[in-house]
């Protein structure tokens, strides 16, 4: 692991996630800038001191050069965006697969940097956009992919929070500090934290991108640079049209991201803060409520489910399936036998270079007086 | 009463209200254009049927010759849009006070006419923008106007049904025919059936007028002429930013209106299928749920209850509400102490105005590539 | 009118439903033991000053003494429970249709002298059980009488309320003052109250009825003597069994009179707070949630739904449905063709005794330590 | 770990909840009566096949001959209930500390036994009542602890499943098989089952015990031996009353356990399929959702709290609550300063003792014709 240090919120989820399942066991880190957090860090999960890195390239170099049976089989990259392209191109180029948190990179020339390096690479890269990982996310893609839905016709996606209600950089708060800091974060706030999960989510199930977009962003606290709160309008290629509306100064939002959808023969709503059910319309017959384990479930649901109907799993499950997933290819890939890009059941580089040309697409309709852009 | 023949929809419901609290009642009408038809109607509703007259304007010039007492004190006009103004502009000239549907009128320049001929009578003018007769609706109009929430940030709006998903127009449904005919809308479909209530139901709760706006229309069903959904940005005088979000082909949605407003210091959340109560949301306080027929309410919410907390009131009472306030000032009228425009509790010419103008801004904005335009 | 004077709750509500769908006209009442009240309450009303009357005996005496289309058709009795008996007597002797609130008598044996009563008058005669108006009761009933359900095996139902937390007949309060006083109400406080609807609705959607049964019953506050708050297990006829949990003490419960009933091939919860839909469980399938309005219902839910689906109604459109049901009996019985007993799709004579039979089994069962009792 | 072998339930929750917060490794196991399944199973789990044993007595002897720093610090006893006691005891004399899944044991003379075995041993005993290590279930008993709510007057508790509607136990399903035979499970079924949770997690909540019980319990499948369904009327110490409403064959329960405290000063509703929120009333006041993560909940909350708010924890989650609060208590066994059992924050061996003698009560209460019976 590099980045995840001590008071770190996504490098403890990586943590608790990668062992859930049994299948992944942390032996080395880079977890601070300074060598001495790292060694604390370290101390506190029984990890061997020689192998807590002052530096992640020292750390690349190290394992790199241990025996195949020692080393890591990958790295999970819980740095600050600014540092996950150096971080993950380091890596990869040492031979060692990768895991990264979103949004992808600082920049949208560095993601498609990066699409290059993974490729050259013949290594598997997963980005960890969690929510497709529960199973009636699942679920509701099987509905779309089987043709059961129909044309798409309108997209509501939302993702509020209040978060950044106060400022908490002002306040000590690290983990706000580095999401309200362009030279951290790069030039979208709300949009790289939170927006990144919406596009992610709703082309996951609809299997219908985004071809252009009118976005409208706000920023309401003094001394803040990047966008707190956007709506956007969005088409998508297969002629529906949708909203996307996303914030993290929204009073009682916890970890709102809800995606509705309405096509041509049903629609379907799924609320994160629920992850349990989902609700499935169709036009004249009584709504349904669809719940995790239970057996009318397509196998993509079932496969990522871990205990009975009506025993909730929770963000942490969703984040873990996601792990299993990218073990599963790791394995796959150290037996000889990769797979295909397309066979992951878990996001890739290319959906990271999208989620950065989604920020790039809305930065640049908003700064045009909010007009259409392309994506 | 005006329209509201056999197999109408809203004019049943103007007299289920109008009855509902045992202030008025009904004494003449022209329910069709057929008078055999309306003579039917009539009977139905143990009128006389020396005042089921055969048009519109016939019953203008012989109620307005009834002695005071005999006559008509306000007429409801129920018709499809086209003949809203025509109609209104009638009554009004022989001196009878007007309930009228919305949208108000036709055209935009209708609108502006009706204004002034509503002004020159010095007559009650009320348009039936029925869900601010909700007694939580009205504390939440307290709550802004009191200056507990602090400026509004985020307000996301939305009204959802699936009315439209069949081509009943073509299968002899006379609701649904005029509603997509322009015939008898106008230039609005869903904008004016719908979307007109959206935008006045967030500008009475918030005060925060709309300022400009950016739509994006579209219609799905074939041979249909009139938006069936629409997504529109919103951008208000008070600095806060919005989500319009409207359909009549979403799967599953009966009757989807909500409100959702984010503010500095607060957020409510109103949903018009479970009007009994208002999520209000403060930072780091637990979410409250505030429930009709409650101490705590303000006056506004207390005055318009019927029974107590816990007995659920609906769209009827709702709709009464306007009625009863209505009746007041109708009262307040013939009692020759009229209440000023802005004492009325209850939209007016100004409010339908106000509708036409966001019908003719959206569809410009669409008809010039979704561009910004002023409201 | 027979009570229902200034301050009564149940009073008004009667007025506001019979009125709702235009088929009933108030024009004759005694409001109140004080004549001066009565006449009060008439003006307000707008009701003749010589059809106010001092008595209930003079009522009926003097109406049923006026022509046949002149008199009044039917009373609506919301008395305190003490004077039910005698006035209804009073006035099926004088000929007049009865309709009358819950519980039916005082006490059980003038429930069983009212059966005769009614049976000789050959009139009509109906409780206001108003819960099983609403449309989405009646299409449950009708999945039970189809069979569609099989066998129940468990019921809860609930009726929850706050409404006694407060000692209010100290602090002034007649509605309080009366139902807490056994003088008034009789041996029942809650049983009463809430306990009869809960029996008439579970036995009206089940259809099987409650054989015997063993109750638990408490009061709280310093000076009561009624049961405030009662459990009970039951056992019904197709031997399945169930709990009833009752209670006027229960802080933060409005009128949360809530049924479920799991059979053998599904389950169905329905709750009176949000009528407007029905939960409808089957083993391995999706749940289901049915709505007021839409057309996979049964006739029965359509018959008695007045607005399309979305557009909610509530406690005062299912109690003027039952006033409606109740006027198509009393036409039935004027046009010379009653409808019998077993046709009456409202709660009857029988209904009330039953209610009352269930106050006393509740009643022995606590005096005899919580024993079980058939009813 | 003792038992949980392929195809078994509880035993994979056990090691998924016991790896999560990474404090805890299984090195050994004798997860089946065959030795090839445990050995199959250990393999699955990376263990050392000569710590996967052929019976509990061997792994305990060889086990506790290990040094210290090798052999296992504790047991999970996962097997059907009629073994449970002699594992218990094989281990605790042993020296070996003991997690114990519920209910404790076969009969209720086995927990008295056991509870003198635990209080020799001086060990650590921990019984996986899982749901009390949910964070809200946690601020619920600091509610009632603190003094805020008053004296209990009406408690509700329910868990409601449809788990054993099919015979699964005559299809060849484990889970089912031993749950229904007496001779594995006890003379409960459901009481056992899921009844000594809901008895555990009131008890916890209110700090209130239950003092007498009037039962009622039924059996509807064919073949079926133990209570498939009970409801129960209790009674409190301080005077309250409640009702318990447990079945496994309510068809669209999943795993519906709710606990709902109407107190003197407030009342609670908490329920286990969405676990990350309680709802909190006061007479008089909005009702309040307090929701996990936020700052204004209680310290103990706050401690087995992992994730922000929003971001739902589940079953695993709280289950694994427990484990860490047990593991604490054994290091702190192992340092020599060992906790006093009334500051253990899990269940123990007399919670466990309760659990029986609720079953026991129950039963009796059922044979003598639901008489009240003392618990």
Redesign the interface.
Known sequence: MVGGGPGA?IG??H??CA????QVELVAGCFSQSHEKTLRMGEE??LSPRRCYATYQEMAAAEAALPAAERIDFVSIVTPNVSHFAVAETFLKAGIHVVCDKPMTYTVDEAKQLVKVVEQSKLVFALTHNYTGHPLVRHARQLFRSGQMGQV??V?V?Y???FL??PHEKLGQKQAAWRVDPAQSGIGGTLGDVGTHCVNLLEYVTGDPITEL?A?K?T?LPDRKLDE?V???L?FQGG????L?I?Q????????LRLRV??????IHWA?????SL?????????????R????LSDAAKACT????????????AFATIYCDVVRAIRRSIDGSPMATDEYDFPTVYDGLRGMQFIYAAVESCAT????VRM
Chains 1, 2, 3, 4 share one sequence.
């Open positions: 919120f403890a989820v943590r608790l062992a859930l399942d049994g999960l029984y016709r309108k509501v939302e509020l929070q209040d209600m106060v009118c409208d706000s309401f709160d709506n956007a309008l088409r529906g049209k949708g909203a509306i914030s100064v929204c009073t009682g939002e916890e970890n709102g309405y096509a041509e023969r049903g629609a994160q803060e629920n992850p349990n609700e499935l319309y169709r036009y004249g017959e009584p709504r349904q409520t669809l719940t384990g239970q057996g009318y871990r205990i009975p109907t009506g025993h909730p799993e929770g963000y942490l499950e007086g909010s007009t259409w």
